[in-house]
């Protein structure tokens, strides 16, 4: 074959590649927290490291969804500034998660440096503070708050039966048998955490807070011996991992008992209604980031069929983990397609450090063979185990006071017009619970947040800086903002 024969095939391969290149139309992200101190000693705080590992992680999701060089840019999205008409965080309201997310979000949309200054209509100039730091509002989900200080997270769901479920796996023969068989491992760790623990303590009843105190430990302690240390080789270590990980993906789902996984219905009931936001709004909303515990995940994980077909999915993921579920189409126009022509693609990233190789791998949902779903059969899957209201939430969880004392009662209750507890419009939104949120802001970010509403909202017009506040209200997404901050 002639070289030029060859480089007329390359060209043309090329081109047919480009002809079918697909076009992102809007994604979700579930982002787990990055590094922080140890669950035994709470309250849990950051840590550089925390904050560099979100922040690399914000940077890695800006690269493929807003870059404009990035083949998996989101159709239409901002590129330099952020448009909060387009991007929607929520966190529940815990020191780790929240601040985790703020790290992300720095990296999503870095500082705009000199682009950000602004000149007056009497010419003073304002500079932006920290070179143009853009404000990303984090709006609240109730469910998991105070995640990181609590030992067990399904107490942080507030749902009554999955908490009752959830106890049940301590009655189980296998938790049971456990218990026994583990016991001369952990009562061997005492010279080790007996600061922490008691000796009655160490048992398979705390696999994750030991097994998360010594892996904090092994990552910030220099003082501590444990490398040199007889106990803690390796392969202990391993085994503390994987009795952990059997510890907590029991606790977070059960085939035979659905209501255990309710964090991971709650986040499917999310992620449909935030996807089908982005078709039927015809793609003002894009991207969607929710900040989380792995809870969340592994859940999922089970309901999703993903722990059935690969054993790696039953383990804990590692701080600062990611999953998304990308919106796609080939479609070559501009506008989104019908749903006919829409696929939802699935995506894993165990632990930090996405780049280069170890990109974002997808995997098939619902024990499907194929890595992206045609919306409709994405629909079907989602349905069968997403929570999508506050009513249904109350329904499943077998709650009728607080938030759910309305949706219990004569069933024919029509929605209440009170502008907290469940909303109304249509049902739709706060799956995990009715949720006023409050805008996640640091002392001082509130007061950068309104020198930037100034400066941007001068900038699009109040119009625009408004609608990106107002969406949070339109209740699309988990979570409500309130407005009384900003
Ligand atoms: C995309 O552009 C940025 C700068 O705008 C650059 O740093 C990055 O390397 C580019 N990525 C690719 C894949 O070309
Ligand atoms: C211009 O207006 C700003 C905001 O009202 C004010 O802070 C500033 O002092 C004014 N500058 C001059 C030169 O008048
Ligand atoms: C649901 O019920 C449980 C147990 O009674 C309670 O702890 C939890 O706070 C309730 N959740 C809500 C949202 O009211
Ligand atoms: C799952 O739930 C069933 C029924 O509640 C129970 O019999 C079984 O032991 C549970 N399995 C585990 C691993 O907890
Ligand atoms: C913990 O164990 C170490 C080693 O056996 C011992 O030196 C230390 O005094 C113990 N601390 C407590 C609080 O029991
Ligand atoms: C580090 O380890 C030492 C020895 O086990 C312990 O006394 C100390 O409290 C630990 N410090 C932290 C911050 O975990
Ligand atoms: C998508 O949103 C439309 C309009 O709000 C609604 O009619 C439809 O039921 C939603 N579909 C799903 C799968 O949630
Ligand atoms: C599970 O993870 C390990 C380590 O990353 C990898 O070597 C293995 O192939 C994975 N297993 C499956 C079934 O994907
Ligand atoms: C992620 O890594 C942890 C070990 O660090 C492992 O236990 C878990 O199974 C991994 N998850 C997946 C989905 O590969
Ligand atoms: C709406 O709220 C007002 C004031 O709280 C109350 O008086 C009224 O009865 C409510 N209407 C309905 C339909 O709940």
């Keep these: 074959m002639s070289p ?42 950051l840590t550089g490291l925390r904050y560099s590992q979100e922040y690399m992680t914000g940077t890695f999701f800006h690269d493929r969804y807003i870059s404009a060089n990035s083949s998996y840019q989101i159709d239409g999205i901002s590129t330099d500034i952020v448009n909060l008409a387009q991007v929607t965080a929520s966190a529940p309201q815990d020191n780790v998660i929240d601040n985790s997310g703020e790290g992300f979000l720095q990296g999503l949309y870095p500082p705009i440096g000199s682009i950000s200054m602004e000149t007056l209509r009497n010419g003073s100039i304002i500079e932006v503070p920290l070179n143009g730091y853009q404000l990303i509002p984090l709006s609240d989900v109730q469910s998991g708050s105070g995640s990181e200080d609590n ?155 993903l722990s059935n ?47 280069g190789s170890t990109q974002l791998q997808a995997y098939a949902l619902f024990g499907q063979s194929t890595v992206e779903l045609p919306w409709a059969q994405f629909v079907d899957g989602t349905k069968k185990i997403a929570i999508q209201s506050q009513e249904e939430w109350c329904k499943a969880c077998g709650n009728s006071t607080g938030i759910c004392a309305s949706s219990s009662g004569a069933g024919d209750i029509s929605p209440s017009n009170s502008s907290a507890g469940c909303p109304s419009g249509g049902g739709m939104s706060l799956g995990v619970a009715g949720v006023i949120g409050a805008l996640v802001a640091l002392g001082v970010l509130v007061g950068l947040l309104i020198l930037s509403m100034m400066v941007f909202g001068l900038r699009f017009g109040p119009k625009s800086a408004l609608a990106g506040i107002h969406r949070g209200s339109d209740v699309s997404t988990a979570s409500v903002m309130k407005t009384t901050v900003v």
């Design 309 to 355: 077909v690969n054993v790696n999915f039953t383990g804990i993921p590692d701080y600062a983990s990611s999953m998304a579920w990308e919106l796609v189409t080939d479609d070559e126009g501009t506008e989104i397609p019908a749903t006919s022509d829409i696929r939802v693609r699935f995506v894993f990233h165990n632990g930090t450090g996405i780049e």
């Design 151 to 305: 030992t067990w997270l399904q107490s942080t769901s507030s749902c009554s039966k999955a908490q009752v479920s959830s106890s049940d796996y301590s009655n189980s023969k296998s938790y049971e048998s456990l218990l026994l068989t583990t016991r001369g491992l952990y009562q061997s760790l005492e010279p080790l955490v007996n600061e922490t623990f008691s000796p009655s303590e160490l048992s398979y009843k705390n696999a994750y807070t030991i097994w998360d105190l010594l892996h904090v430990a092994l990552i910030h302690n220099s003082t501590a011996n444990f490398p040199s240390s007889t106990i803690l080789t390796d392969s202990v270590m391993q085994e503390l991992l994987v009795l952990a990980n059997q510890h907590e993906f029991n606790l977070a789902y059960n085939t035979s008992d659905p209501i255990r996984a309710i964090a991971g219905m709650t986040l499917a009931g999310e992620v449909l209604t935030a996807l089908n936001e982005t078709i039927t709004s015809g793609g003002k909303s894009k991207l969607n980031i929710q900040f989380g515990a792995y809870a969340s995940f592994l859940s999922y994980f089970g309901l999703a069929e």
């Design 4 to 45: 030029l024969m060859t480089l007329t095939i390359v060209a043309f391969l090329l081109l047919a590649d480009l002809n079918n290149a697909e076009r992102v139309l809007g994604a979700y992200v579930f982002q787990r927290h990055g590094d922080r101190t140890a669950k035994a000693w709470p309250p849990t705080k």
